[in-house]
Every structure is written in C-alpha cells, then in structure tokens.
C-alpha cells in the first residue's frame, strides 16, 4: 500500500494549547494536503503544500514539508475545542498518479474546553 | 450552492443485493473518485475519472463498478454486495488537485 503514516493516531490537549500532527509518506509527491473531517461528517480541504515549499500558514495552521525526509507536519495553535476532528494527510504522488490522493490513516484530535 | 451531493446517506443491504450509490456535483469538475473509509484505514481510492467517458481503478475497485456518461454524475454500483463492503463511502470531486467531498453514505452489508 502507497498510504501515509500518521502520528500519533490520536491526542488530547487542553483548550489553548498547539497540536501537532505528523504525516511520513514514501513515494516522490507534487503536492501534500492536510484535510480535516468532524465526526460524521466528509472531508475538509484545509491546506496544499507543493514539493517546492519547505512552510505554508493559513491563519492558526502550520504546515511544514521536508522532501527529503518524506514527511510533513502540520501544526494548529491557539487550539479550540471546536477543533476537536480527525485530521488527514494526502499527497499526490504524480506521474501516472496525477490527481489521483493517497490518504493516511488519520490523527484524531480532541480538544477539552 | 450544493457542491458535491451523495444519496441516500444510509443503507442497508444483504448479502448477494446490488444497488447504486448515487454522487452529483455541481463545480463543473473534471475530476472525480470514490473512497470508501473503514475503522483505522483511512481513506482508500476505489475508482475515480478523469472526464465524462473516462473511468479507472484504485486501490481497492473489487466488486464495484462505475461509468460517468456526464460530468456531473458519477454512480457508484455494488454488484453482489458481501459484509466486507459494510463500510462510509464518499465521493469527491476535484479541481487543482484539491478534493470536495460529500457528506458521505453509510453502507451495512448484512
């Protein structure tokens, strides 16, 4: 299977403190993308970050990508419990993949108010 | 604006019955798939199409078919369903590589 990893699978922190989320994947990508999914509910496109960019933000989210390590991290600060979701890496491995997103397993996240 | 809609959102189906799962969207995208999401596994690419006319595999496409004679719909068809099909299925579609989903269908097999 061409999945990514997640870790951890799940974590649980305090209103007003970071989650941190990493993903490890093990092809060559064009892109990699932090989707977030409430319980119940479909998946959220929160981000898209390209091969070429080491840093990307997006108002209380944090993205990094280190190519050669094949990994990414995101990064939520300030979290709120209305944050509390799974969160999913994907990436786009290119070439005959194009277009076509591989997923990791998931980081569930609770936030305690 | 609908965006991606998915029918019905639950279903329940026994053994050896067939049915279709039914997804409209309404960005005019090219691009569309099927995943189906199970306990600890993620996502995973059923099929997917690149345009009206153009369909193609994923991960796992055993014991589902699709077409998409429009750009708007893409039906997902369960041949004989079996338990191990019990499952959340969604469909997405995609414009620049970032993926709109439905709310999702959630499939017994009993």
């Known amino acids: 299977s061409q999945q990514g990893e997640e870790d951890p699978q799940a974590l649980s922190i305090q209103e007003g403190e970071n989650a941190t989320m990493n993903c490890s994947y093990k092809?060559?990508?064009?892109?990699l993308q932090w989707y977030r999914q409430n319980s119940g509910r479909g998946l959220v496109h929160l981000i898209l970050?390209?091969?070429?960019?080491r840093e990307k933000h997006s108002g209380r989210l944090r993205v990094t990508l280190d190519t050669s390590k094949k990994s990414s991290s995101l990064l939520i600060t300030a979290s709120r419990a209305a944050d509390t979701a799974s969160y999913f890496c994907a990436f786009d491995a290119g070439g005959t993949s194009y277009g076509k997103l591989t997923f990791g397993q998931g980081t569930i996240l609770t936030v305690h108010p | 604006n609908a965006g991606v809609t998915q029918t019905p959102k639950f279903q329940v189906l026994k053994t050896g019955q067939s049915m279709t799962l039914q997804c409209a969207q309404d960005?005019?995208?090219?691009?569309m798939s099927w995943y189906r999401q199970d306990p600890g596994m993620g996502l995973r690419l059923i099929h997917y199409?690149?345009?009206?006319?153009?369909?193609d595999q994923g991960e796992v496409p055993n014991g589902y078919n699709v077409s998409r004679s429009t750009t708007e719909d893409f039906p997902l068809r369960l041949l004989s369903a079996a338990p191990s099909q019990t499952s959340v299925y969604f469909c997405a579609s995609s414009k620049q590589n970032i993926q709109y989903f439905g709310a999702g269908t959630r499939l017994s097999v009993l």
């Open positions: 960005m005019n995208h090219e691009y």
């Open positions: 092809t060559s990508i064009n892109n």
């Open positions: 970050i390209r091969s070429n960019e």
């Open positions: 199409s690149v345009g009206a006319g153009i369909t």
